[in-house]
């Protein structure tokens, strides 16, 4: 892996420079950047490598910025575990996408993802196939080879494809890697299946993943507040998961300036029945965060996105309807600092490339403000 990893590094330099003519083939996942994705993205480029027989390089292209990997900590255990270095890794603004599509210089694969995000819809054409373990969303293409099965973990499927095709490839360093996301996914449930053939080479690779709890991190509402700010959300949900005698353990946070986005985020999350995630409130010693302990286990990352996005799609309706009843004085502070879009929490933000810089109290003002607008919308 380190030596294809290594070799990457050149081909990148040569599709940035214009000298890689044939162009690079990209294996993408998705912008959560977890560890199936990451995994996904790794073994399936790594798996191309050696058996598509192109002149194009496979480049393996993780889904986030770099400065943002070191937060998926289980991540980095599972490339300390497996002795991959991190500067090997290829991050997704290394590459200009966009510009290799135009230029005729890209061929896409998907993994861990099976439609692109609105940003990205402009890479559709240079997609030739996708590999996901959810629902599939996109619309059928004679152009575009499609795997799609409801299993645990879209590395199932990956394992499946290099073991069907070259087992030879499936070495211990690349087992223990596809493994990681086996020993941390959902266990199969709400139509997952199991696989038990695609276990069995990769049993003794079994590892636990301890994460320190997050609520006990120093300067933690500093830096989410910090990452607000930077990002220009309003609020932000993290999700933890840790393991203890291998048995998994999840808590929720829910982080924002304005309180009453943190109760309205959570009450949508006790009352969710499809799924129900059992939360049970804990002590949090920071003011601004709320957290949980969330007794349905299997209840994912990706289980919870649906509740968030119908969330978000309620309070952008709420939002319409409040439209033309602010004064001159709010419309002009409105002006000065960019209203978050709501659903940034789901498909990236065009305020990524960063905001002035604000003070803290200018940000709890801007909270209040939206706090006291979300209020009056609220009353009869």
């Known amino acids: 892996m380190e030596t294809f990893l290594s070799s990457c590094h ?16 990209v294996v993408l996942g998705n912008e959560a950047c977890d560890m199936d994705s990451m995994v996904s993205v790794m073994a399936y ?23 943002e990997f070191p937060l998926r900590t289980d991540n980095v255990f599972l490339l300390r575990q497996a002795g991959v ?9 290394q590459l200009d996408l966009l510009q290799l599509q135009r230029d005729g210089r890209l061929t896409l694969t998907l993994v861990d993802l099976n439609v692109l995000p609105s940003s990205d819809r402009d890479l559709e054409g240079a997609v030739v196939e996708v590999i996901d373990h959810r629902l599939l969303e996109r619309e059928p293409s004679a152009s575009c080879l499609v795997t799609v099965e409801m299993v645990g973990s879209c590395t199932t499927l990956v394992t499946e494809r290099i073991l069907q095709k070259a087992p030879e490839v499936l070495d211990p360093q690349l087992a223990l890697l596809l ?25 003794s690779r ?37 393991f203890t005698d291998k048995q998994p353990f999840r808590q929720l946070a829910i982080f924002s300036h304005s309180a009453l986005c943190r109760e309205e985020m959570s009450q949508a999350l006790e009352k969710s029945r499809n799924p129900a995630l059992s939360l049970c409130p804990i002590s949090s010693p920071h003011s601004h965060i709320k957290a949980y302990l969330q007794g349905n286990t299997q209840a994912s990352r990706k289980k919870l996105l649906p509740i968030i996005k119908d969330f978000l799609r309620e309070q952008e309706q709420d939002g319409g309807r409040d439209e033309g009843g602010e004064g001159e004085e709010e419309e002009e502070e409105d002006t000065q600092f960019p209203p978050t879009p709501m659903n940034s929490l789901v498909e990236g933000c065009p305020l990524d490339n960063g905001l002035p810089r604000i003070s803290a109290q200018a940000l709890e003002e801007k909270f209040s403000k939206m706090s006291a607008r979300q209020e009056r919308a609220q009353s009869p």
């Open 10 to 25: 050149e081909a990148l330099q040569q599709a940035n420079s214009g000298d890689g003519g044939q162009g690079v083939h």
């Open 45 to 67: 480029a790594y798996f191309l490598s050696k058996t598509l027989g192109s002149s194009r390089p496979v480049l393996p292209l993780l889904n986030v910025p770099r400065s």
């Open 85 to 93: 270095p991190q500067e090997l890794l290829l991050f997704r603004e």
């Open 179 to 203: 493994y990681g996301p086996k020993d941390i996914s959902t266990p199969p449930a709400g139509g997952a299946l199991p696989r038990p053939a695609t276990r069995a080479p990769l049993q």
């Open 206 to 242: 079994k590892r636990c993943f301890d994460v320190p709890v997050f609520l006990e991190r120093d300067k933690l509402e500093d830096d989410m507040s910090a990452f607000c700010v930077k990002h220009g959300y309003n609020m932000l949900l993290a999700m933890t998961i840790s």
